[in-house]
């Protein structure tokens, strides 16, 4: 079965940074993509970056652009989001989701994906 498992949330200051994790399991790494979206209550969820491993090709929202940094350790099968100068609008539930024809050009919808996990709470303070 497909299964990703999201860590690394927490409350960090204005300005600060954090380190998601997405560690998949259950699908061959290299045909699939990872996608990171969050969800603040009463919005739907937005895309934040992709990383698609078999070629490095990544993708970010432009709200993100030049503070996020999407990897991967294709030894561990986990993507990282690296998150820096985070602002309290970053505050959301960040899930990790993963299909096979994702972030193909583009960062894609959340409805494109079909496989998700749990998410991990992100709080900036002000």
């Known amino acids: 079965d497909v299964q990703l498992q999201a860590s690394g949330g927490g409350l960090v200051q204005a300005g600060g940074s954090l380190r998601l994790s997405c560690a998949a399991s259950?699908?061959?790494?290299?045909?699939?993509?990872i996608g990171w979206f969050r969800q603040v209550p009463g919005i739907g969820r937005e895309g934040v970056s992709c990383?698609?491993?078999?070629?490095?090709?990544?993708y970010y929202a432009d709200s993100v652009k030049g503070r996020f940094t999407i990897s991967s350790d294709d030894a561990k099968n986990t993507v990282y989001l690296r998150m820096h100068s985070l602002k309290p609008e970053d505050t959301a539930v960040y899930y990790c989701?993963?299909?096979?024809?994702?972030?193909?050009?583009?960062?894609?919808?959340?409805?494109?994906?079909?496989?998700w996990g749990h998410g991990t709470l992100v709080t900036v303070s002000s």
């Open positions: 989701a993963t299909d096979r024809n994702v972030c193909r050009y583009r960062l894609g919808a959340s409805r494109e994906y079909d496989y």
């Open positions: 259950g699908f061959t790494f290299d045909d699939y993509a």
């Open positions: 990383f698609r491993s078999s070629d490095g090709s990544s």
